[in-house]
């Protein structure tokens, strides 16, 4: 069955240290896709990085970077140099090719990070 | 280009009403989907719609329904409401052009709650 745990609930860090929050997911099928998503406290779900399962490059957007490692199923997302804005719940999230159908997104259950000033 | 759209943002129901709940999606996406949030469940997929079609169902009782209409506007239904039923519902549109997962974008949610 497909799953996707973020083992981290809750992390506090100060403000321009880096942090990573962690995604292991679970899968039987060899296609699927991995997302970022970033819930900042109004409410709305932010699309961050979309991955398919066969690219494993790393990606990095500014401060943000995604290291995705099928041999251990895991697609971890790191935040160089973490501002107060960056303070949300961050979700990973899991998609199997259902052949063009684009619902049913596996969703962790989020890491709230907390960055202080 | 205009995001996606949820009315109404707010909502207060009491057990045994039926609410409907409304999305437009993102101009040229034609698949909407909604889930339910709850801080016990977490984001959970409730169905998918693409060119007026269900798609793809969440493990949800029947109470929950949805359609979409040929503008790609979706509403969804949730029948003799329950307590449990109070959740964030986030709506969420895909470009869906292809055999393959695209990102979905959601939208600000409907905020329900049953008294």
């Known amino acids: 069955a497909q799953k996707v745990t973020q083992a981290q609930t809750e992390i506090s860090v100060v403000e321009k240290e880096d942090v990573t929050l962690d995604c292991v997911y679970e899968?039987?099928?060899?296609?699927?896709?991995l997302f970022w998503y970033k819930q900042p406290p109004s409410g709305e779900l932010v699309f961050l990085i979309r991955r398919n399962s066969f690219d494993e490059q790393n990606e990095i957007s500014g401060r943000y970077s995604w290291n995705f490692q099928k041999s251990t199923s895991s697609f971890n997302f790191t935040i160089t140099a973490s501002q107060v804005v960056d303070s949300a719940v961050y979700f990973c999230a899991l998609s199997e090719d259902y052949g063009g159908s684009q619902g049913n997104l596996i969703f962790g259950k989020g890491t709230k990070l907390s960055v202080k000033p | 280009k205009a995001g996606v759209t949820q009315t109404p943002r707010y909502l207060i129901k009491t057990r045994g009403q039926q609410v409907t709940l409304s999305c437009s999606p993102i101009s040229g996406h034609r698949s909407v989907s909604w889930y339910q949030q709850t801080p016990g469940q977490g984001l959970q997929f409730l169905f998918e719609y693409f060119s007026e079609t269900q798609r793809n169902k969440g493990n949800f009782p029947g109470r929950f329904s949805g359609r979409q209409f040929s503008n790609s506007r979706s509403e969804m239904n949730v029948s003799t409401l329950e307590l449990g039923d109070s959740a964030l519902y986030l709506c969420?549109?895909?470009?869906?052009?292809?055999?393959?997962?695209?990102?979905?974008?959601f939208g600000p949610g409907t905020r329900l709650t049953v008294t």
């Open positions: 899968t039987r099928d060899t296609t699927y896709y």
């Open positions: 969420a549109s895909s470009l869906a052009a292809g055999d393959f997962s695209y990102e979905q974008y």
